[in-house]
């Protein structure tokens, strides 16, 4: 089982290394290499799988995509249909917009963990498809190219992908670490996942769980997001606000009563939300990362977070890793010899870099839509205003969906090839 059929198997089929983590961005290219035909081994570091507890949106192209691969069904019950999105008052949560999506331009909120077990489920039924668990990497030969496990053992393949996330440990085999430095953005995140049954005794917050709209509360000092994931069965929540000592780490947390402070005077319902979190909240310190000036270097490539993690603010990064998967997929099945890899990961890194500069330029514009001076926020709403400005946010987020990456890596690859 690994092709979809005899026209989508590679001409030349590649001994690939995906190495760090068995993450979203490494599965999903595992996946799509695997299934056209590739040999793919995944070097997970940690002894089982292990996700965070955060909610994740998938834009449409990229619930189409997963549906193509096999991983999600157009009907999957742990990751239902947005039906748009709602903007409240913060400070008394007061509806003031909405503004539904198209049956067709839905997004898919889905649990982290939801996504990354039907990848590992989808992976481990592909019989050219390996996960080693428990196999930490500790260097890379570019030249080989092989990998060196902490234990000593030496792998070698035709290409390496490192995909070990945001704080990567191995992009500087490819990229220098010093060419690249992390700008603050002034923002933090706390992240709450609450169960139905906390909040089935409160109609106002049961209400938040059941309905399927995206619920936003923009206020002076950050915004809040809220929405359903796993069935309906757990509710997802994002607090944006300002960075004081957070880390960029998944499992970094603050004392409740920090947040509690920090979302005083904003509307009920979230004050409740934040009164049903744990004592201590994760706490994601957000930094904007420019794209990796290199991301190839001999037969080693950088793909997912690990070369252009994004900011949360316009929901796309399972949607680049996605366009990553593609375009190397794109690249790698067209391919007549090995003597055509150099070209095709360099048609990958060209196809992708522009691509990722235009992404981050929407990021920058939507989280300025997030934010309102002191006075605007204290201001009574004017229901048109608001409802234009929620469109607009929407249409920001639409416009970093149109995009084709598995043409973009086409046509670059033809290019290379028809100069060289």
């Known amino acids: 089982m690994s092709s979809k059929s005899a026209a989508d198997l590679c001409l030349v089929p590649l001994r690939v290394l995906v190495v760090g983590s068995a993450g979203i961005a490494g599965l999903s290219t595992a996946i799509s290499l695997g299934r056209r035909g590739h040999s793919i081994l995944v070097l997970e570091s940690a002894k089982e799988l292990q996700s965070s507890g955060a909610g994740v949106v998938l834009v449409p192209p990229a619930k189409q995509w997963y549906e193509s691969e096999k991983v999600l069904s157009a009907d999957d019950s742990v990751c239902r249909a947005a ?13 003031i917009a909405r503004t539904a999506f198209p049956p067709e331009k839905r997004a ?18 592909l019989d050219n498809v390996e996960i080693r668990f428990d196999s930490r990497v500790i260097d890379i030969d570019t030249d080989s190219p092989d990998v060196v496990l902490a234990t000593g053992e030496r792998i070698g393949g035709d290409l390496i992908i490192i995909a070990d996330g945001v704080g990567s440990k191995l992009k500087w085999k ?25 909040l089935e005794k409160d109609e106002e917050l049961l209400a938040l769980v ?8 923009d206020g002076p000092r950050g915004h809040s997001v809220a929405y359903p994931v796993h069935n309906h069965e ?68 950088l793909l997912g977070d690990a ?5 949360p603010y316009l929901g796309q990064g399972v949607a680049q890793a996605v366009e990553d998967a593609t375009a190397i997929t794109t690249v790698l099945s ?14 990958y890194e060209t196809s992708r870099k522009g691509r990722l500069f235009e992404i981050q330029a929407a990021t920058t514009q939507a989280r300025e839509y997030a934010y309102r001076r002191d006075a605007e926020a204290k201001a009574v709403p004017d229901k048109e205003q608001e409802a234009k400005r929620s469109d ?17 890596a086409r046509i670059a690859l033809f290019q290379i090839l028809k100069s060289a």
């Open 108 to 125: 898919f909120p889905i649990l982290h963990g939801d996504l990354k077990w039907a990848l590992t489920s989808r992976a481990e039924k």
């Open 83 to 95: 039906e748009g999105f709602e903007s409240r008052r913060w400070d008394t949560g007061e509806a």
């Open 174 to 198: 490819v990229c220098p670490s010093e060419t690249e430095r992390a700008k603050p953005t002034g923002d933090a995140a706390y992240r709450l996942v609450l169960p139905r049954e906390l």
């Open 307 to 311: 070369c252009h993690a994004m900011p």
């Open 234 to 301: 757990l509710l997802n929540v994002v607090l944006i606000h300002p960075d004081e000592h957070a880390e960029e780490s998944w499992t970094f947390a603050t004392e409740k009563r920090h947040v509690v402070a920090e979302f005083r005077g904003w509307n009920s319902a979230l004050r409740k939300l934040i009164d049903l979190a744990p004592d201590k909240v994760p706490n994601f310190r957000i930094l904007a990362h420019s794209p990796s000036p290199a991301w190839a270097k001999g037969a080693v490539i």
């Open 392 to 408: 607009d946010v929407v249409k920001v987020i639409r416009s970093a969906w149109i995009w084709d990456a598995a043409e973009a």
């Open 210 to 217: 059941q309905n399927s709209w995206i619920k936003r509360w």
């Open 334 to 347: 067209l391919i007549q010899s090995k003597q055509q890899l150099s070209a095709a990961l360099e048609a």
